[in-house]
């Protein structure tokens, strides 16, 4: 069964740094998502991706925060200078379609530890 | 706005009695419900959803969920718990009456912990 793929599973940096979380999307699926978790905390939206350009993005996603579909294959989420509240697990999620009805699948996170 | 809870952070069952873990929302258009199920190290794997038609929907390894409308609630059951169900589960929706179709708006999570 096709799955979102993520790496690195654990990127640790230092305050101030860029980080690059990359992602795999499932083949046929044509958008693409960004969400985190705060240790503790729900599941958070960061972002949408379509026809590359940014559908949607929840404040949280701010200048700091970028996109990119680098290629055919790969979706990336760029934070410029990181702050150590950026530390989360991030999730990388596709679909198929955005109708209401279409579920979105999901990577096996990105934990991002900043010190 | 838009908001779902999970008001349990831990259920616990015995294997092979009932389980369920609940799940509230509150949209301004029609509700669209899923649930999502995360494993140990994986990803949120989805179980269900609910988009209209049959209030009771089936899911993957013998969920199902009921949608009752007049209560916003959307209930994830299992007649049988095994102790392989045990993992941490979100319920999620999406608002058929705002503008964005994509964004999904997560619960909590409930820890599900079935016992042998």
């Known amino acids: 069964e096709p799955e979102v793929t993520q790496t690195p599973s654990h990127q640790v940096t230092q305050m101030g740094q860029e980080v690059i979380l990359r992602c795999v999307p499932i083949?046929?699926?044509?958008?693409f998502y960004w969400y985190r978790q705060i240790l503790g905390q729900k599941v958070e939206f960061l972002v949408s991706?379509?026809?590359?350009?940014?559908?949607?993005k929840s404040e949280i996603f701010d200048d700091q925060f970028s996109v990119e579909r680098p290629d055919g294959s790969n979706f990336t989420l760029k934070i410029r200078s990181t702050k150590l509240e950026d530390s989360a697990m991030y999730f990388c999620a596709s679909s198929v379609a955005r109708g209401f009805s279409y579920e979105q699948y999901f990577g096996p996170g990105t934990r991002l530890t900043v010190t | 706005a838009q908001s779902v809870a999970q008001p349990e952070d831990q259920v616990n069952v015995a294997e092979g009695n009932p389980l369920t873990v609940k799940c509230t929302y509150s949209v301004s258009g029609n509700p669209y419900l899923f649930w999502y199920v995360q494993y140990p190290n994986r990803g949120l794997q989805f179980l269900l959803k609910?988009?209209?038609?049959?209030?009771l929907v089936k899911g993957s390894y013998g969920f199902e969920a009921e949608f009752n409308k007049s209560q916003t609630s959307f209930h994830l059951k299992k007649p049988s718990a095994l102790v392989s169900d045990s993992a941490l589960y979100f319920c999620a929706v999406r608002d058929g009456g705002s503008s964005n179709t994509g964004k999904l708006i997560f619960g909590q999570g409930t820890t599900l912990q079935v016992k042998p």
């Open positions: 609910y988009i209209t038609g049959d209030n």
């Open positions: 083949s046929n699926h044509l958008y």
């Open positions: 991706f379509y026809n590359n350009e940014i559908s949607e």
